[in-house]
């Protein structure tokens, strides 16, 4: 059986505000769901998903250590990034990629002046619900 590929642009996909989720100001943190559960059949597989945020400078302390079950790899787009567990800091270019193991406490926080472009692969265990769009209850470390 033939597949016709999906094409999502993301001029197309939704916009999801998730900073206030840790407490930033409004429109501080956007992600958008570029790829995941919802988009296909289940011919697609929907073992991960494939996430765009964007996000505005912050003090690096505005975004606190937090952890999930999935595991998630970001590659920086378009900016600089402070990455950080507690055993150690990261600053991530544009072109690096950085990779948390599940449920790994981290935080990626924009350096300077600029917003930042990241993309995010996660996988989506047990049932896979992670990767479906959802706006964010308070974040919990």
């Known amino acids: 059986m033939n597949k016709t590929m999906i094409h999502r642009r993301k001029v197309d996909v939704d916009i999801i505000d998730v900073g206030q989720a840790f407490g930033m100001p409004e429109g501080a943190m956007n992600i958008q769901w570029m790829i995941n559960k919802d988009v296909g059949d289940e ?8 996430r765009r945020y964007i ?25 600089t ?9 990261v600053i991530a270019e544009e072109g690096d990629s950085v990779y948390f193991a599940s449920n790994e ?37």
């Open 43 to 50: 011919s697609y597989r929907h073992n991960f998903a494939v």
């Open 55 to 79: 996000l505005k400078p912050v003090d690096v302390d505005a975004i606190p250590f937090h952890n999930h079950e999935y595991v998630q790899a970001l590659t920086v787009i378009r900016g």
């Open 81 to 89: 990034v402070h990455c950080e567990t507690p055993d150690g800091v």
């Open 105 to 141: 406490k981290h935080k990626a926080v924009p350096v300077g002046d600029e917003t930042v472009e990241i993309i995010c692969v996660i996988d989506c265990p047990g049932n896979g619900d992670n990767c479906r769009p959802v706006v964010p209850q308070k974040m919990t470390t």
